[in-house]
């Protein structure tokens, strides 16, 4: 543990690929592990409109149902909590992949999930 109570953690920003070949992304989700709090967590929100700017024909209920099935895997993950965090980072070429792998420190790894929905993947306000 660090100073204030801080512990390490990881995440990585799920992205919404619709044309693969383009290269073009929306952020849909956030993974989020804490090894010292035996903590994985995600935050997920689809934004239809962003993904239809993208590309018109895309299979929203596929990626819903793609984003949502990342984020089930971390419930109830225990011991094997880091094995499936590696898991849902590894680099795939599907139509919802992970980005890089990212470090921080933190008080509450849960909070941090909702902190960085909120800063990576929500709407901007306004």
């Known amino acids: 543990m660090t100073a204030a109570g801080r512990v390490p953690f990881e995440y990585a ?38 993904l239809m700017a993208l590309d018109p024909s895309i299979d929203v209920v596929a990626v819903e149902h793609a984003v949502t099935a990342a984020a089930d895997c971390t419930r109830r993950a225990g011991d094997a909590a880091g094995r499936r965090f590696r898991w849902l980072t590894a680099p795939r070429s599907t139509v919802v992949q992970p980005g890089p792998v990212h470090t921080g420190l933190t008080v509450d790894p849960d909070a941090e999930a909702d902190r960085l929905l909120a800063l990576l993947v929500l709407p901007l306000p306004g």
């Open 13 to 50: 920003v799920l992205r919404a690929v619709p044309r693969v070949e383009r290269g073009e992304s929306v952020n849909v989700g956030v993974l989020v592990y804490c090894q010292a709090r035996g903590y994985l967590g995600a935050r997920t929100h689809v934004d239809v409109a962003r």
